[in-house]
């Protein structure tokens, strides 16, 4: 399971060209899916994501988590981050979950995150999403769980 993180000041998420869902200061996390992850290891790493020191105390220094804060997030499924991509230039997704089992998993851990932390937006599962954001910094995080 893939985290990327991106600090930012706020973004918004579009589709069929509405705005779904949108968030002030806090992170837009995508989050890839690959065969072996369970509920356990997303949680896992969800928890981490709520508390990643990546933004800054009053002493300028990246110390306090988003929860810290009370920013906001915005969870969005990205089964691109589970792709291979050490040889040649196609990714494979081999390692990707496959799409129904996904979406089981994503919607317990957007369940889950939910009730952890009242500030969390979600994408649509398998929609063609548009992300608009402005990155703080910018500062960017690949995590795994």
């Known amino acids: 399971m893939i985290a990327l993180i991106q600090r930012v000041n706020h973004a918004s998420l579009r ?14 996390v995508l989050l890839g899916l690959e065969k072996s992850d369970t509920r356990a290891q997303g949680e896992k790493l969800l928890r981490k ?21 009370g920013g906001e997030v915005m969870l969005v499924s990205q089964f691109t ?16 979950m496959p799409p129904a089992e996904a979406k089981q998993l994503y919607d317990e851990l957007v369940q889950w995150i939910q ?18 954001l402005e990155n703080d910094g910018p500062v960017t995080f690949s995590l795994r769980a």
Not at 49 to 69: C, K, Q, T, W
Not at 115 to 130: I, L, R
């Open 15 to 28: 589709i069929d060209g509405q705005t779904h869902c949108s968030i002030n200061r806090g992170l837009v």
């Open 115 to 132: 009730q952890q932390y009242p500030h969390v937006v979600t994408g649509v599962f398998g929609a063609d999403m548009k992300i608009l």
């Open 81 to 96: 981050l589970a792709a291979d991509t050490e040889r040649g230039l196609r990714p494979s997704f081999t390692s990707a």
């Open 49 to 69: 994501v709520l508390d990643y020191r990546i933004f800054s105390d009053d002493e300028g220094r990246m110390n306090l988590g988003v929860s810290a804060i």
